[in-house]
């Protein structure tokens, strides 16, 4: 391989097999009337089987589930819900919807989630929930968070839209929580073009849920067209539960290329001075998105090497921003330095389509170690 060779590598991409269109092109062409429902039942069917939970409800996004999740716990005007800074902003956006402040804590260094002692140090009367974001599919550590919660009376509630195939101690990331929210985007895991889902073990929660999915009307409502409440419109449709369904069907073998992904690059890049996705003992990282830090002592121009695998066709991604710096409103907890102030320009997102091809992840892991390794040790190419 010449290193003036041009690839074209996107950082995702669906999987998508005859399975998805056969399922797809059958909603179209019967999927209607009587049937209207019959792949978002066996989506959510299937996707419950799969987590391990009682109740689920497929939405047309993992930020409409998350909206109406919090929507049903009560949380509004002046209340303060806590996560951590480093985060993509669709988590943040519907407690600002909701009129109540998401009050940001600090990340840790080895897993890049929320810091459980700075959220206990950040709860005041006010705190109406705390949201545990499985970041890049590392698992939050929801023993600390489940503790606090419980110890304070707050909701704990998981967004592991990144994280399907992620597993805490024997429990699926999003199963844990007093509900988990999903994304089906075309660059998660499994995906239906657009599209989320809520889970809960909470039987009320999702009554209420499932009553505000549904323009607030009532399963158990006999008039017609008679809303109970004002609700939300953030329903799936039956033509993308049924690429969920084949996604469903697929998702071990998804969920393991995940994992290949991550190992092709963690072997190329092992003599970097950088750190990767974690996964501690007892779980098993669904590895949604292959990230490197770098060390602090090693000088690295992240936009540099941005440029550096664009000019040869790979698409990297920068890791998230904080958001206390963006128009995400809220505020941060404790006044002090943030490690999600400077992490981001320490570190990169690589490619990990599921078609990508272990000559791919050697090509892309070149251009990174080339790149670094005229940084740290010159003279070593
Ligand atoms: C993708 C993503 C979302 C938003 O998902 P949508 O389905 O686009 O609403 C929410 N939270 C996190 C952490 C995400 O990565």
Redesign the pocket.
């Known amino acids: 391989m010449t290193s003036s060779q041009i690839r074209k590598i996107p950082y995702t991409k669906p999987s998508i097999t005859e399975l998805e269109v056969e399922f797809a092109t059958d909603a179209a062409a019967n999927g209607w009337g009587e049937h209207c429902y019959d792949y978002i039942v066996r989506f959510e069917e299937a996707f419950k089987a799969h987590l391990g939970v009682k109740y689920a409800i497929a939405t047309s996004?993992?930020?409409?589930a998350l909206h109406m999740g919090m929507h049903a716990l009560g949380i509004g005007p002046g209340d303060e819900v806590i996560m951590a800074d480093t985060?993509?902003i669709?988590?943040a956006a519907p407690i600002v919807h909701l009129g109540a402040t998401p009050v940001f804590v600090d990340i840790l260094p080895d897993s890049w989630c929320l810091d459980p002692e700075q959220v206990e140090a950040a709860i005041t009367p006010n705190t109406k929930g705390i949201v545990a974001?499985h970041?890049y599919g590392n698992l939050c550590d929801m023993n600390a968070l489940l503790a606090i919660g419980e110890r304070y009376g707050i909701p704990v509630i998981e967004?592991a839209?990144?994280a399907v195939g992620s597993v805490y101690h024997g429990k699926r990331a999003g199963s844990m929580g007093r509900f988990g929210a999903f994304?089906?985007?075309g660059t998660?895991t499994i995906t239906t073009g657009?599209?989320?889902m809520f889970v809960t073990n909470d039987p009320d929660l999702y009554e209420q849920v499932l009553t505000l999915s549904n323009h607030g009307r009532a399963r158990g409502q006999s008039k017609q067209f008679w809303p109970d409440m004002v609700g939300f419109k953030y329903k799936m449709s039956n033509i993308q539960a049924a690429i969920g369904c084949a996604q469903m069907q697929r998702i071990e073998i998804l969920t393991r290329v995940k994992r290949g992904i991550f190992a092709m690059y963690q072997d190329y890049l092992k003599d970097l001075p950088i750190r990767m996705n974690p996964e501690p003992e007892g779980c098993t990282n669904g590895y949604w998105m292959p990230t490197f830090v770098v060390e602090d002592s090693i000088p690295f121009n992240r936009d540099e090497l941005i440029d550096a695998l664009k000019a040869k066709g790979v698409d990297a991604r920068v890791f998230f921003w904080p958001l206390s710096s963006t128009p995400a409103g809220g505020r941060k907890a404790l006044d002090k330095a943030y490690l999600s102030e400077s992490i981001h320009l320490r570190a990169l997102n690589l490619p990990s389509h599921h078609n990508l091809s272990d000559e791919d992840a050697f090509f892309i892991s070149n251009i990174a170690i080339t790149y670094l390794t005229s940084n740290f040790s010159p003279g070593i190419s």
Do not use: I, P, Q, R
């Open positions: 996004s993992c930020t409409g985060n993509w669709a988590t974001v970041l967004d839209a990144e994304s089906f985007h998660k657009e599209g989320g």
